[in-house]
């Protein structure tokens, strides 16, 4: 028997999260946690929505990076705010508090 690697199922995105990671290290998905994904078709969808005819591949792929590194910063600076309390759980209290210093 041959040890092949298994072809992604990702298709490429650097920002979807891998379920069989967590499959693979015993985790569960609890019953709160939900999945959210950044689709190049959702993206794509909303740049067109605002007025945009004809939405370029890189146009889109790069603004869903932009948008990954920007919601990667944000999360950083949150959590610092956790960490300074001593917490281990980032709120939504967090978020919004650094989203309205980033405004």
Known sequence: ???MAKPSKKGGNKWDDDDDDNAAKGK???KAE???TLTYAEVRRIMKSVGGLIVEEDAVNYMIDHVVDHIKALTADALKIV???DRKKLTRDDVELVVGIKK
């Open 1 to 3: 028997m041959s040890m």
């Open 28 to 30: 569960k998905k609890g």
């Open 34 to 36: 939900k999945k959210a």
């Open 83 to 85: 960490r300074k309390n």
